[in-house]
């Protein structure tokens, strides 16, 4: 929860990188479409040496097409909306929004082959994601009365992580022998207690 964006694609790549040591995995990044994501993600792949494939959320795309009052036809093409506007008679403040999608449409491009992505069965969509995140860190951290400090918040999230994909068990089984040894083994020569 502290860590910088840079700091966060650099893990992932470090947990990438640990469940795929031989990069013969497709790799393939979901964002929301920020620019600085894709930058730093570029960035991290090309200095890890790895081929990502990035893809622009489908439903951060869709956000901003039912922003322009268009209606989705077989593709996405910054050349139908100016048609749109064109023949709506779009001038001006009026098509603020057909212009704010034809520019992050363009600006995109490379990131919206969601026939390609669905042709080889890469996800094209963050719901799933999202929905586990609103579940382990808003419905915990966003309620009413609670006050959390970030180091506090983050043990509450890292718990309710372990809860929740089932390894709580193996978890707390691992924490008391790490907590045995610290606290006591360390504290013996050959694990025996010295007499006075």
């Not at 709506?88 to 990131?111: C, F, P, V, W």
Request: charged share 25%; net charge negative; with cysteine.
């Amino acid at each position: 929860m502290t860590d910088t964006a840079a700091q966060v694609v650099a893990a992932v790549f470090d947990q990438a990188e640990h469940r795929d040591t031989g990069h013969r995995r497709c790799w393939d990044v979901l964002v929301d479409g920020a620019r600085h994501q894709i930058d730093l993600l570029k960035a991290e792949a090309l200095q890890r040496s790895v081929d990502v494939h990035i893809i622009v959320d489908l439903i951060h795309v869709l956000e901003y097409l039912w922003r322009a009052a268009w209606c989705l036809h077989d593709s996405i093409s910054t050349a139908a909306l100016e048609k749109a506007a064109h023949a709506a008679g779009q001038r001006g403040t009026q098509r603020k929004s057909i212009d704010e999608a034809m520019n992050y449409l363009s600006g995109k491009a490379e990131h919206l082959r969601y026939d390609t992505a669905l042709e080889r069965g890469w996800p094209i969509s963050t719901g799933i994601i999202e929905g586990a995140c609103r579940h382990l860190v808003k419905d915990r951290l966003d309620i009413t009365g609670a006050r959390w400090g970030l180091s506090g918040a983050e043990t509450v999230l890292k718990l309710r992580a372990v809860r929740a994909n089932g390894d709580f068990v193996a978890s707390w089984a691992w924490h008391q022998q790490q907590e045995s040894i610290h606290n006591h083994q360390t504290r013996y020569r050959d694990q025996a207690i010295t007499t006075a």
